[in-house]
């Protein structure tokens, strides 16, 4: 088990949004690496049942890649109406070239499959992440963030990354990506989930 807080950190992840939200969220005193750093644009092969799992296949693959205390994040949108899907396979309904505009044209057609009269409807739905800490010297550490909400009937907003502009946090009545960068960095599930393992920076 590490006795001093980490120092400096490999985040495994090719996904700009991401590593910027993380950035964000870590301790200034904390150097940063990224696969850019190593010239690493290949990602493991995501195999896992769940976002946990997923972020464990991240994190030991770039831990391994790189020599260093890694921090992978795993996160989706679940939608109650199409049986919790995207989920985990919410980047891959994006398509090779990471294409949101394609995977929520994807969501709106598969909610209109569901039921024509969605957009008149609040659907229940949620952002998961999961995050993963490990490396040398480190006892693997995971939490879970999560942040309940809804899905736009149209797109709105252009701030945030993925499925930001169609996902509106219960309690409000802005989408992600409607909100300021800041004002989403402090609410939602990656925040939630980095909370729970802040401790270890």
Not at 43 to 50: A, F, H, Q, V, Y
Not at 121 to 138: D, E, Q, S, V, W
Not at 174 to 182: D, I, L
């Amino acid at each position: 088990m590490l006795k001093k807080k980490i120092s400096k950190i490999f985040i495994g992840s090719n996904n700009r949004g991401k590593l910027r939200e993380i950035r964000e969220l870590l301790p200034k005193r904390v150097k940063i690496y990224t696969p850019i750093h190593l010239n690493l644009s290949k990602s493991p092969i995501e195999n896992g049942k769940t976002f946990i799992q997923n972020s464990l296949i991240k994190s030991k693959y770039y831990s391994k890649k790189s020599a260093m205390i890694c921090l992978a994040d795993d996160s989706g949108l679940e939608i109650d109406i199409l049986n919790k899907r995207p989920g985990i396979f919410s980047a891959r309904w994006s398509g090779k070239k990471n294409n949101f505009n394609l995977a929520i044209k994807k969501v709106f057609n598969e909610l209109s499959k569901k039921d024509k009269n969605w957009k008149k409807k609040k659907i229940k739905a949620r952002f998961i992440c999961a995050l993963t800490i490990f490396g040398p010297g480190f006892k693997s550490k995971k939490s879970i963030g999560k942040i309940e909400g809804s899905i736009s009937s149209k797109k709105k907003g252009k701030n945030g990354f993925g499925y930001d502009p169609i996902f509106i946090p219960s309690g409000y009545n802005k989408t992600f990506g409607e909100m300021k960068p800041s004002k989403k960095f402090s609410i939602d599930h990656r925040y939630i989930a980095f909370k729970k393992i802040r401790k270890f920076f």
